[in-house]
């Protein structure tokens, strides 16, 4: 079965720094890989998907980028935050033929 | 991608049955409906899917409508730890999933 590590859980940043959120996956090759962001008490909005080492698909054009520089690595980058971007990012994966995505744990990012 | 229709909320006591209504009237011939969940303050959790029989695993039956324009998850009985947002997703295989605001399901002792 697959396995989601996300990290870090929790971080503060202030406006204008940087972010990365890191996201790695075990137990499959080759998987499809999501990003998603819940801002506080909204609901669950797709930001990028890949199918493939370099491969990004952006859905929704905003201050973050996404790269996937390994098979099993999603990384979820920004240069400048915006107090916007606070929220809960959750990485997810899935085979590219299956039913069910797989959910991590999620990185909670205040931005003050 | 299919509009989906759910109840905002909906109340159940502890160790009775629930039965969460979806409309997916719009629904194409080759999308599943999935179901997940949401705990509080966690990511979502996969539940149930099916395309056209109805399906039961360890957390749950899904009864699809014949015309599939609609499906009900049902849990047979409900416990505390139930308590979370229940999302109806139609979608295709490989494809991303895409959340509406799903039913909020509270559990009372």
């Known amino acids: 079965s697959q396995t989601i590590h996300q990290w870090p859980a929790t971080l503060v940043q202030p406006v204008g720094s940087p972010l990365s959120l890191e996201c790695t996956v075990e137990g499959t090759s080759n998987p499809n890989l999501y990003w998603y962001r819940q801002a506080a008490g909204r609901g669950l909005q797709l930001l990028f998907y890949?199918?493939?080492?370099?491969?990004i698909s952006s859905e929704v054009p905003q201050n973050l980028s996404a790269s996937r520089p390994q098979d099993r690595q999603f990384i979820l980058s920004s240069k400048k935050l915006l107090l916007s971007d606070s929220g809960f990012y959750l990485c997810a994966c899935g085979s590219s033929g299956a039913n069910v995505l797989t959910f991590g744990a999620g990185s909670r990012l205040t931005v003050l | 991608d299919a509009k989906t229709t759910q109840p905002n909320s909906m109340e159940s006591n502890e160790e009775e049955p629930v039965h969460l209504p979806c409309n997916h009237s719009?629904?194409?011939?080759?999308?599943?409906i999935h179901w997940y969940r949401q705990l509080p303050s966690q990511g979502p959790e996969y539940v149930i899917h099916?395309?056209?029989s109805n399906v039961n695993n360890r957390m749950a039956s899904l009864a699809i409508a014949e015309d599939r324009k609609s499906s009900t998850l049902i849990l047979h009985r409900a416990t505390l730890r139930d308590a979370a947002v229940y999302y109806c997703?139609?979608?295709?295989?490989?494809?991303?999933?895409?959340f509406g605001k799903g039913t909020t399901l509270s559990v009372s002792s």
């Open positions: 099916g395309l056209t």
């Open positions: 719009t629904i194409s011939g080759t999308d599943y």
């Open positions: 890949s199918v493939g080492i370099g491969q």
């Open positions: 997703i139609p979608r295709q295989a490989g494809t991303a999933l895409i």
